[in-house]
T-cell receptor, first 114, second 110 residues
Framework: DVKVTQSSRYLVKRTGEKVFLECVQD?????MFWYRQDPGLGLRLIYF???????EKGDIPEGYSVSREKKERFSLILESASTNQTSMYLC?????????????FGPGTRLTVL | QKEVEQNSGPLSVPEGAIASLNCTYS??????FFWYRQYSGKSPELIMS????GDKEDGRFTAQLNKASQYVSLLIRDSQPSDSATYLC??????????FGTGTSLTVIP
């Protein structure tokens, strides 16, 4: 079974702090994704990566950056956390090149910025 | 038009009834379609995928794809209270992109 893990289930940070959210997958997937999910807004793509050191902006990249130094690990960085970044953050991975392959999600990190 | 659109609901059905969830999609996504179930506070989990026109059945779940009309639906037979969740429709194209609808909230009333 594919396993996607995220570093924390719950996280509380203060405004202005630098925040790191980490995601690890164990299925050698090329593609990895970071989403945030807010009530009424659905899943919104922040960034995705299709290979090591490669990244693409999603729909809402402002205020975020990402890092992919190893194939299995994809990190989301909030350079200076703000209260409007309070949200559920979901990481996902997917095998590349096979259009029929689904995305697998991690358990999510609920981030609260005070 | 968004790539994938769903009626947000909420949809309520009595226990034992058939729940019908619908999703439409744009020309930009036309390859593969997926249904995810998401319980409150949890992450989405895949329950069905469909790639060809017609029906695909898996237990109490049936996914239906109609490419001519650009819609995909999910039927849940003999609905149970444990089916109460938000259901996300998703679609992908030949590239790396993956698109989600905003989800339909389903409540199964005992």
């Amino acid at each position: 079974d594919v396993k996607v893990t995220q570093s924390s289930r719950y996280l509380v940070k203060r405004t202005g702090e630098k925040v790191f959210l980490e995601c690890v997958q164990d299925m050698d997937h090329e593609n990895m994704f970071w989403y945030r999910q807010d009530p009424g807004l659905g899943l919104r793509l922040i960034y995705f990566s299709y290979d090591v050191k490669m990244k693409e902006k999603g729909d809402i990249p402002e205020g975020y950056s990402v890092s992919r130094e190893k194939k299995e690990r994809f990190s989301l960085i909030l350079e200076s956390a703000s209260t409007n970044q309070t949200s559920m953050y979901l990481c996902a991975s997917r095998s590349r090149g096979q259009k029929y392959n689904e995305q697998f999600f991690g358990p999510g990190t609920r981030l609260t910025v005070l | 038009q968004k790539e994938v659109e769903q009626n947000s609901g909420p949809l309520s059905v009595p226990e034992g009834a058939i729940a019908s969830l619908n999703c439409t999609y744009s020309d930009r996504v036309s390859q593969s379609f997926f249904w995810y179930r998401q319980y409150s506070g949890k992450s989405p989990e895949l329950i069905m995928s469909i790639y060809s026109n017609g029906d695909k059945e898996d237990g109490r779940f049936t996914a239906q794809l109609n490419k001519a009309s650009q819609y995909v639906s999910l039927l849940i037979r003999d609905s149970q209270p444990s089916d109460s969740a938000t259901y996300l429709c998703a679609a992908s194209n030949t590239g790396n992109q993956f698109y989600f609808g905003t989800g339909t909230s389903l409540t199964v009333i005992p």
